[in-house]
Every structure is written in C-alpha cells, then in structure tokens.
C-alpha cells in the first residue's frame, strides 16, 4: 500500500514547507512514523522518527531546523522544515512501521534553490 506524501515544492534557502503523510483507515496498531530522503546519485538516509505516541528523533543534520508531528485522530504525520538548506534537496519518503509490512511513500520532491 503506497503512502502519499504532499506539501513539497520549490523554496529559496532559509525558506520553509510542511510536508504531510496520511496513511489509509485501516492502516492500525502503528508503532513509528518515519521521514526518510534521497538526493539524486545517493543513497536514502533517515531524517527522523516519531515512535508512537510523541517520542520523536531526529538525524543531526536537521535538528533543530525539522520538527516531526502526528495528528492522533488521523494518524496524519508532518514533517515542518524551517531555515531550509540547498543540501536538503531531496525527494523525501515517509515510512510507517505498523503490525504488518512496513509502508513507504513514493516520495515527494522538495528543492531548495535560489
């Protein structure tokens, strides 16, 4: 079941965007949602997780800048990005970690640029 991301777009560096990630109803008993992003010739890499209900973690490249959230009553999970950077040009993934398979988004672009 692929998950849909939105809230991604074009931003100047400094700027910022609130990406979205809602899985389907029937999607219970989640345990973590996660952000993950891959830039074009590398490899994906984590940007932070929150472990169900709010214990959330973040890679050092973006903390303090990125805040993940979730809205318990949809399981809806956001990822706010301020003082956005050119080397967070990515398409970004969410990830959900539930009691079947995991689930991932077919991602998102987000570019930073001036």
């Known amino acids: 079941v692929p998950l849909v991301e939105s809230g991604g777009g074009s931003v100047q560096p400094g700027g910022s965007l609130t990406l979205s990630c809602r899985p389907p109803?029937?999607?219970?008993?989640?345990?973590?949602m996660s952000w993950y992003r891959q830039a074009p010739g590398k490899q994906r890499e984590w940007v932070a997780t929150?472990?169900?209900?709010?214990?959330?973690t973040y890679a050092d490249s973006v903390k303090g800048r990125f805040t993940i959230s979730r809205d318990g009553a949809t399981n809806t999970m956001y990822l706010q990005m301020s003082n956005l950077k050119s080397e967070d040009t990515s398409d970004y993934y969410c990830?959900?970690?539930?009691?079947?398979?995991?689930?991932w988004g077919q991602g998102i672009q987000v570019t930073v640029s001036s």
């Open positions: 109803g029937y999607i219970l008993n989640i345990r973590a």
């Open positions: 990830n959900i970690m539930w009691r079947g398979p995991d689930l």
């Open positions: 929150i472990a169900l209900p709010r214990d959330t």
